[in-house]
């Protein structure tokens, strides 16, 4: 069964430093997808960013970016700049490859992220 | 914001109850999905829809329904509720399965 891990329950970071947050994942599948979400206070669930696991280069999003491991299973999200409004909730996120063609998302759980002033 | 439209935003019902959460899909998105993120469960994809057939199912419980309708809106039918089923719903679509889901605000579900 596909599992998504994220082995950081909480961290924290001062404003304008840089952070890493961890995801690991287990699949059978040579392709699939990947993602950061985001969720504030609001509740509201943002995406940040997509990765397909067919494509080598690391893809960013303005100050978020993201080390993609294949051979290790391994999603990481980098923050560079932090902001204040990046205090959230993050979820590692995966789906499965052209095998099943459904869009189910598994979610990790979570990491919580608080930015310090 | 996503595109993606919920209603209600807020629900408090008893159990044993029934009750209908709406989602409208962002234009041009065939595909719709369910979640369910409660406190011990985490995030949870309960079923989705393309294009008004069943698609995929996950841990949605029997009490549970849903359908998508000819205009792409998609509800879900939650049934004789249980405390337990208190939680956040959010309904997400996306262009085609394999793209990006956009979430909706979610359904705040409160079961007394």
Redesign the interface.
């Known amino acids: 069964a596909q599992t998504v891990t994220q082995s950081q329950p909480e961290m924290s970071v001062q404003e304008a430093e840089t952070v890493t947050l961890s995801c690991t994942y287990d699949t059978s599948e040579s392709n699939y997808y990947l993602f950061w979400y985001k969720q504030p206070p609001s509740r509201q669930m943002i995406l940040v960013i997509r990765q397909e696991a067919y494509k080598q280069q690391n893809a960013t999003e303005n100050r978020f970016s993201v080390n993609f491991q294949k051979a290790a299973k391994s999603f990481s999200l980098k923050i560079s700049d932090s902001q204040l409004g990046d205090t959230a909730m993050y979820f590692c996120a995966f789906i499965e490859g052209r095998s099943s063609n459904t869009g189910k998302l598994i979610f990790g759980q979570g990491t919580t992220l608080q930015v310090k002033p | 914001d996503?595109g993606v439209t919920q209603t209600p935003k807020h629900l408090i019902t008893a159990t044993g109850q029934r009750v209908t959460l709406r989602c409208s899909p962002r234009s041009g998105d065939l595909?719709v999905?369910w979640?369910q993120q409660s406190l011990d469960q985490?995030?949870q994809?309960l079923i989705?829809y393309y294009n008004g057939e069943e698609?995929?199912k996950?841990n949605i419980l029997e009490r549970f329904s849903a359908q998508q309708f000819p205009d792409l809106h998609s509800e879900l039918n939650l049934s004789s509720l249980e405390l337990g089923d208190s939680a956040?719903y959010?309904c997400?679509s996306?262009e085609?399965?394999?793209?990006?889901?956009?979430?909706g605000?979610?359904t705040?579900l409160t079961v007394t």
């Not at chain 2, 085609?96 to 979430?103: A, D, G, H, K």
């Open positions: 996503s595909s999905y979640y985490g995030l994809f989705q698609r995929a996950g956040l959010f997400a996306s085609t399965p394999l793209r990006e889901q956009y979430f605000p979610g705040r």
